[in-house]
């Protein structure tokens, strides 16, 4: 087999942005002259809306709803690593987290390993000879280097700590690990890595990874190190400051550190120092270590981590999840929700598909679309017949098959509803080789070989297929040899697809196995191409510049039309793709724009419009005929697009309601295979439901064919009886919040039913109600009911919150209380506060004191919070205060004197007549303001102290006190 990828081209794009984003697209549809849909009315009569060429384009331009991602993978996190990543680096030292792109860089205590990888491939001449005769040794080489970077000196116990979770998690196909659901993070940290310093990584915007040294006062910057080892051939610096190092695959460069201080992001020149193969850093010797410094680098890898944004197949599952495969070796595939939300990657194991040389091939996903179990075949394995993978809906690999004998390669596979079996398209090298496989079932059992269209010659493989409704299929076939290769065939399941085929014609394009490269990834080869679609009536066929329709009975080619004149026929393809609906409207990839075609059975028609806003190159379009959403995948993005389609309108169906007793059904009129099965939109499986309540419901019936046709329905349940609810919160959390439901419509009188309330809550008035949901069914004289769902919503009670600056002062300090959490404050006590009702009183207490603040908003809900002011009195500090006022009011009442460390204590206090009126030898006694039983009226006063201290020092003072009213 030669295989000089027809499927894969090498883009190296700038990274684009890491998260999944939201876009609104505009889905533009070709109108033609008249679309005839069919719709359904609230009575349940069966109706069609006819819409000129003006109206519908109008209609489509309007349509806005849908979802976008430019980064399809999303492969720029760090995951963590539970072994999955082991036999990938080469290090000595445990890899603990990795960014899984396609230049893989892991993470262990020590430092960074790198990953990278080139193909050394032979010319053109040099393949064809060997493809002549045989020889794979003819592929281009895969060659692997490893880089390490070692942080030389660092702290062997720093820790690494990661941060920002990513939405969804990753899956892997290495053996023993396939259950393992590993998150990916925004941030990885190394903590103190050297004194004072940290380093912190990310994957930027711009590709590369981005890495900053957090430099704490105190740091030591001359300590930092990077050494780098392994396959390195040279370390040295550009003329531009940034540092190179020259590897076999390329260089890794370091680009030139930009340096700032963290507060105020004041910029500090910076440079690289490069001794051997170490790398480290420099700032002015007159730079301050007082403040907090960052320097920030950025390396980029020969590849930049980009490629792994090529998303090349997208298909999608009966509730409309979506899923997309691609990147580069290891190749990936993603699933996100209707809603566009991320939900996982998986990524295939290593050594999947790998024969030698450059190869790393996958087959084209098959998806089960009722379960969403995906399958996922070997690209080629010539030593024993390629296996397959079974992933289950959650990501997790749940079986690898034994290999299947009997061919090499196994390039798109498909799931016969029919006979449940697999069936896989590929080829080989020999002469005569196989290129069909059927797989016995979904457990991956057992198989059997085929050579479906009877071609003796060597390379006959499959570039692209396509399974019809009645399991019958289609092949466009690519091979580097020129007398079969770009023939479409069709293989009848009426023979158990054995040759001859039903026919078999030339399709004047120029797929070719050999020579010519499909979206050549240097990593990957492949013959996979999105070229072929088909509907209940008509056979399209695209190679990216050209668009044609056939004949399916007989192959008869229809119609033809260039879609893009300045594409290399064949050769080099920059994008393709292709879908159809049932109205004959085409949808086919192309340079950040989908066209639309119409075709009549004669004439493709180009449509007014074309869906626009595409971030780049288009690789495969997929129509949801269901939802009427184009599901579209490219270079570094994945998209859908809601379209204006006919649907599957073979399924041909009535709708009826009954309005009171909640009754829809659907009947189908004929068309499709039965039987036929029903889902409605909340869970029934039955033609009809019942006893439901008010609102809109879809039913989807599917028909038994091996394809299953579909034909989504909605019907309206729209009772006379109609309720208006209004509702007033539960304020503070005290039960009493109200709801009240005004109905109108159906005939009164009126039950109420509310739920879940105590007895007695049976009028239109429900009150005493906490926050929470409520139900409330009203019944009017006719036996309809209506039901509703009341939300009361809840006013949380406050929290209050209390701090201060200082928690302990010197005695005579003040220091400052801040209370938090409401609209107005009162603290308590007052003593030593400057304004005790307002947030952030000044507070200068004389002893330890534990102040309290209560916090109200404007709902009158109120919280309090408590702290404690501690007075430090140093010792042998003795503070005896000026003035006291004793009325009782908690607050100064006593005169008592402040210190410690006194063993000998005595103060007398006498009034301005020198009468003596109160002495104490207890330094704890404090005079209260009393005299022989009576409070003493304002006055100035004078005392004498003595004391002697515990170290013998002995304190004497006088001075006057003021006793205040």
């Known amino acids: 087999m030669k295989k000089t990828d027809i499927r894969f081209r090498a883009f190296v794009v700038v990274l684009l942005h890491l998260s999944a984003v939201w876009l609104k697209t505009d889905g533009r549809l070709y109108a033609q002259e008249a679309i005839t849909t069919s719709g359904s009315n609230a009575s349940g009569s069966g109706g069609s809306v006819s819409y000129t060429v003006g109206e519908v384009v109008k209609k489509i331009n309007n349509t806005n709803s849908g979802w976008t991602s430019n980064n399809p993978f999303h492969t720029d996190v760090f995951v963590e690593n539970f072994g999955q990543f082991d036999n990938r680096a080469n290090t000595d030292s445990p890899v603990k987290y990795a960014v899984n792109n396609s230049d893989k860089i892991f993470f262990t205590q020590k430092g960074v390993t790198f990953k990278l990888e080139k193909v050394d491939k032979r010319s053109k001449e040099e393949r064809e000879e060997m493809e002549q005769k045989g020889w794979e040794e003819g592929k281009s080489k895969m060659e692997t280097y490893f880089v390490t970077m070692d942080w030389e000196g660092a702290n062997p116990n720093a820790i690494m700590e990661v941060s920002v979770q990513a939405e969804g998690y990753y899956t892997f196909g290495e053996q023993g690990y396939e259950k393992i659901k590993a998150k990916g993070y925004k941030k990885l940290i190394y903590k103190n890595l050297y004194p004072q310093i940290d380093v912190e990584y990310a994957v930027p915007e711009k590709g590369g990874i981005k890495y900053r040294l957090i430099l704490h006062p105190g740091a030591d910057l001359s300590a930092v190190k990077m050494h780098y080892a392994g396959d390195v051939e040279e370390v040295k610096m550009d003329n531009n400051g940034n540092a190179l190092i020259k590897t076999p695959a390329g260089n890794i460069t370091d680009h030139a550190p930009q340096s700032f201080y963290e507060e105020g992001k004041i910029t500090i020149p910076s440079v690289f120092e490069i001794k051997g193969n170490a790398i480290s850093f420099k700032l002015p010797t007159e730079n301050s270590q007082r403040r907090t410094i960052v320097i920030d680098p950025w390396t980029t890898t020969p590849t930049s981590l980009t490629t792994n944004n090529v998303a090349y197949d997208i298909d999608f599952d ?529 002893q330890t004191t534990i102040y309290c603040v209560t916090v109200a908003d404007a709902n009158g809900c109120s919280g309090s919070d408590c702290i404690t002011i501690n007075v430090d009195v140093p010792c042998g500090t003795l503070f005896i205060p000026n003035a006291f006022s004793p009325n009782n009011d908690s607050q100064n009442d006593m005169h008592c004197v402040m210190g410690g460390c006194i063993r000998i204590f005595h103060i007398k206090i006498y009034d301005r007549w020198g009468e003596k009126v109160f002495e104490s030898y207890d330094q704890k006694l404090c005079w209260d303001g009393v005299y022989q039983g009576k409070l003493l009226d304002a006055a100035v006063f004078v005392y004498d102290m003595k004391a002697t201290l515990t170290i013998g020092e002995k304190i004497n003072k006088k001075g006057n006190i003021s006793l205040m009213r």
Not at 527 to 554: C, E, I, M, P, Q
Not at 706 to 728: A, E, G, P, Q
């Open 318 to 846: 009966d509730n409309g999840n979506v899923y997309v495969s691609g990147g580069s070796a290891p190749f990936k595939l993603s699933k996100y929700s209707n809603a566009g939300s991320f939900l996982w990657t998986y990524t295939n194991p290593s050594g999947w598909g790998t024969t030698g040389g450059a190869w790393n091939f996958y087959s084209k996903f098959c998806i089960l679309s009722q379960t969403g179990t995906i399958f996922i075949g070997e690209g080629v394995n010539q030593s024993a017949g390629p296996r397959v993978m079974k992933i289950a809906s959650d990501g997790s690999l749940t079986k690898t098959s034994s290999n299947f004998p009997g061919n090499e390669e196994l390039w798109v596979m498909f799931y016969n509803r029919c006979n449940g079996q697999l069936i896989g398209f590929g080829g080989g090298t020999a002469f005569g080789g196989k290129n069909m496989q059927i797989i016995s079932d979904t457990n991956l059992t057992g198989s059997s070989v085929k050579n479906s269209n009877g071609n003796s010659a060597c390379c006959n493989d499959i570039a692209s297929a396509k399974m019809d409704y009645n399991g019958d299929f289609y092949a466009l076939i690519s091979s580097g040899i020129p007398s079969i290769s770009n023939y479409l065939q069709k293989s009848l399941v009426s023979t158990n697809y054995n040759p001859p085929c039903a026919w078999n014609i030339n399709t004047g394009y120029n797929f070719r196995e050999f020579g010519i490269n499909i979206f050549t990834n240097p990593n990957s080869e492949s013959v996979r191409a999105n070229a072929l679609a088909l509907n209940t009536t008509y056979l399209f066929s695209y190679d990216g510049k050209t668009l044609k329709a056939w004949d399916k009975t007989n192959g008869a080619l229809l119609a033809s039309i260039i879609v893009n004149a300045a594409y290399s026929d064949g050769s080099y393809r920059s994008h393709e793709g292709i879908d159809v609906d049932e109205c004959n409207t085409v949808y086919v990839g192309g340079n950040k724009e989908v066209h639309i075609y119409n075709f009549n059975g004669t004439t493709f028609t180009a449509g007014t419009s074309i869906i626009k806003d595409i971030p780049n190159e288009v690789y495969d379009v997929r129509l949801d005929k269901t939802s009427n959403t184009l599901n579209i995948c490219g270079k570094g993005f994945v998209t859908v697009t809601q379209v204006v389609s006919c649907g599957t309108s073979s399924l041909n169906t009535k709708d009826s309601v009954n309005n009171c007793l909640g009754y829809a059904s659907a009947t189908v009129l004929g068309g499709g295979t039965p039987p036929y099965t029903y889902l409605w939109s909340n869970g029934a499986t039955t033609s009809s439901i019942s006893g439901v309540s008010v609102g809109t419901y879809t039913i989807t019936i599917s028909d038994n064919s091996c394809l299953i046709l579909r034909k989504r329905d909605t019907v309206v349940v729209d009772s006379s009886l109609f309720l208006t609810t209004i509702t007033n919160p539960d304020i503070c959390q005290k039960s009493v919040g109200t709801a009240t439901v005004v109905v109108g419509g159906g005939v009164a009188p009126y039950t109420y039913s509310w739920s879940p309330l105590s007895a007695g809550q049976t009028t239109a008035v429900a009150s005493n109600l906490s926050g929470g949901t409520y139900t409330i069914t009203v019944t009017d004289v006719n036996g309809c009911s209506q039901t509703q769902i009341v939300s009361v919503t809840q006013t949380p009670g406050i929290t209050a919150s209390a701090s201060a600056s200082f928690y302990t002062i010197a005695i005579g300090d003040s220091t400052t209380l801040t209370g938090s959490g409401g609209v107005t404050y009162q603290w308590s006590p007052s003593t030593g506060l400057s304004d005790p009702a307002i947030s952030n009183p000044v507070a200068t207490p004389l």
